[in-house]
């Protein structure tokens, strides 16, 4: 059969399914007497189109021809094999089982997680609570200074520069800062994990020197009720980033029986979960902060109430959640 | 039709058809790129303006807004009906799993957020190197999350020249011979005469011109790839 003759007699099917596709890939609203397409049709002339394409590289047909078909056959694969994801289904799905879940099947890089942010937070805290001059090793005076106003008697609102913006104005901030610091320590996994432990080892620091240095000043009334609520969900969220970028280094690192690259891949679509779920506990912190946290005319019994319910409710949610489905 | 010289990455479908994705190297990725960024800074601006209108509560829009364009923007784009940011759609580019679906959510968000990564040491330094030395080319991102950033493909024209008549083989040909017949006819249009009659002087033996050359062995040249795709006079 020359090329020609080939491509006169499967010409109509081929234009039957390229109208379809242009209708359902919407390249064109409406077509001249086309039928709505029908799925069983589409499917089976995209299989006659395979074998088609199949039958015109094999007998070395000229480029138009197996270009058309290759067009034709690759539009309709993307259609025929489309995967929806996204559905309020998926999110209960995903709520109810697929994030705790994926931080239980992780315990370990959480647990080394934990021990990497916690252990520098607790050990420079000590630190500078009995040496407060060693806070300086840490963060800038200003800053220092900047703490200490912002966690006086004599704050607007708690955890806030004097004359902030708003509490709108901070949840946005708080978003920003706060998720683009979790995807960071997330991403830098991928250096064999080094950069995640960087991230988590800095940031324990951080947060231990401020604690540590505001007790000393006699300021952990203040402090410790302001940030007891959203910490529930913001360390977690931020343990739960680093751990997500060990997986991410570990894979790279000992692969196991899988190439690299596979490794790499699997552990990716592993922990996608988590990243997921940690950004949306930062939006949750986030809130808290900016509307609750930071309310000067709550009862610090309230506030330290507030908080136990919230870390018990995180902690059970990660231990518990979804695992009669496991 | 993959061979030595094309970076063509080839994806099996169920149905056992190989399927040709040509990843999209530096300089294209570049310009979508930079066209994605300045569409960005467009929006910042616009959204600055608006923003200032309302106080405390536009700020936080702005500072949001600013958080969704840098982590979220090509997810939006790649995971919608065309799979590219506005900036790769005018480039003719792409965003596809490694086996030519579209992109997944998930795969899109993963790439997304190991920018950060493709990013160090400095201005896309390691996305860079990645791209170059990988004849996928592949960023960081595109590695774990098993996706590659293609071509569109374009329409090839149909084989033209109406007017050479068709001149019947004076040898049996094999398919390849065939084909690379076909394929010089298909090229004919892009081709400077001088060029084409260089071209035409290697297959003579196929209209029994062997060692001749000239307009005149090009044009019977021609003929006989017109009789193999099927004209007959």
Redesign the interface.
Known sequence: M?????EERYQAEWQELETALDLI??RKKFVLGAEPPRGERVAAL??RA?EQ??LARA??????L???L??L??DA??VI???R??GAEALRRFVTFEFPAAVRAHAPYVLVATLLFAVPLLVVGLLVYFRPELVLSVVSADNAAQYEQMYSDAAESVGRVRGA?????????Y??NN??IS??C???G??AGV?SIFFLFYNGASIGAVAGYLTERGLSATFFSFVVTHSAFELTAIVLSGAAGLR?GHALVAPGRRTR?ES??H???EC?PI??GLAAMLVVAAAIEAFWSSQRWLPHAVKYGVAGVCWIAVLAYFALQGRSAD | MASEVDAVVSAETPEGILLELRPAGLTARFLAFALDWLIRLAVIYAAAIVGQLLGGFGFAFFIILLFALDWFYPVYFEIGRSGATPGKKIMGLKVVMDNGLPVTPAASITRNLLRVADFLPFLYGFAIVSILMRADSKRLGDLAAATLVVHEPKAVPKIKLEQVEPVIPRQALAPRDQAAVIALAARAPTLTAERLDELAALAAAVSGDAGRSGRVVTHRVLGVAQWLIGRRA
């Open positions: 020359t090329p020609l003759q080939f890939l919407e995209y299989r395979c394409l199949a007998r070395s047909y000229p480029l138009f197996l270009d058309r290759e067009r056959t690759a694969h993307q094999y489309q995967r994801e996204l913006s708003g509490d709108w104005a901070m949840f946005g901030f978003i920003r998720v683009g995807f960071q997330f991403a830098a991928l250096f950069g991410l690259r790499l891949v552990a990716a679509k996608a990243v997921y």
